[in-house]
């Protein structure tokens, strides 16, 4: 069966300092994996997703996500957090032929100035 | 990028009444759209997906004649949840899927904040 897990409820992070967010997946065969953000109230916001080909995915905002086959992961990263940053995160993933993705539970990111 | 709009951004309504909530597409085609549940601090809960012409499929454990969706063109779906009570109260979120395998994504909507009285 698929999964995600996103094992962090909250993350805190100074301004500045780099950020990751966990994020490790369960699925059958290859991953289709995807990083969203949802602001206060908002719908969801796509960030980057990995597909195949470099295990270093760059997104949106400065985010970057580095997808590790061995370990089953794929952490979300950013090398200068911004409290702009501050949102709810949410990792995502489907195998080839199945369209819906499998949610993680969601982090919430709080950046303090 | 694709954009998703929903429509309205929040409604209030009273128990019993049935309020329809609208998805559209603005800048392409949208076979298959999803709609999703969140509840506060919580991920999000698939409730159906629909695929244009056809009927939708419901995921498990939600009232399909409760929550009605309507895929009548490519640029639009409905979510109609009828003879709404209080716990119906929720966040709804619809998205789109675009593109083909293997890279397909899924663009969402901002969301329509639902409070049933």
């Known amino acids: 069966a698929q999964s995600v897990a996103q094992p962090e409820d909250q993350v805190n992070v100074a301004e500045g300092n780099p950020l990751t967010v966990k994020c490790t997946y369960s699925?059958?065969?290859?991953?289709?994996l995807f990083w969203y953000v949802q602001y206060p109230n908002r719908g969801l916001q796509f960030l980057l997703k990995?597909?195949?080909?470099d295990n270093l995915v760059k997104g949106s905002y400065g985010f970057e996500a580095e997808f590790n086959k061995s370990q089953t992961s794929f952490h979300l990263k950013k090398p200068s957090a911004l409290v702009s940053d501050s949102a709810l995160y949410f990792c995502?993933?489907?195998?080839?032929?199945?369209?819906?993705?499998?949610w993680g539970a969601g982090t919430k990111l709080i950046i303090k100035p | 990028g694709a954009v998703v709009s929903q429509h309205p951004s929040w409604v209030i309504c009273k128990s019993g009444t049935s309020v329809k909530i609208e998805c559209r597409s603005l800048?392409?085609?949208?076979?298959?759209m999803f709609w999703y549940r969140q509840f506060p601090k919580q991920s999000l809960m698939l409730m159906a997906t629909?695929?244009?012409?056809?009927?939708?499929?419901?995921e498990q454990g939600v009232e399909k004649d409760k929550f009605l969706i309507n895929h009548a063109s490519l640029t639009l779906s409905t979510l109609t949840v009828t003879s709404a009570h209080p716990e119906d109260s929720s966040f709804y979120i619809c998205?789109?899927?675009?593109?083909?395998?293997?890279?397909?994504?899924?663009?969402f909507g901002p969301g329509t904040r639902l409070t049933v009285t």
């Open positions: 998205s789109a899927r675009v593109g083909r395998e293997p890279s397909y994504e899924q663009y």
């Open positions: 800048d392409f085609q949208a076979t298959t």
């Open positions: 629909s695929n244009e012409g056809s009927k939708a499929t419901y």
């Open positions: 699925v059958s065969g290859n991953p289709y």
């Open positions: 990995y597909i195949t080909g």
């Open positions: 995502a993933v489907r195998d080839y032929g199945n369209y819906q993705l499998i």
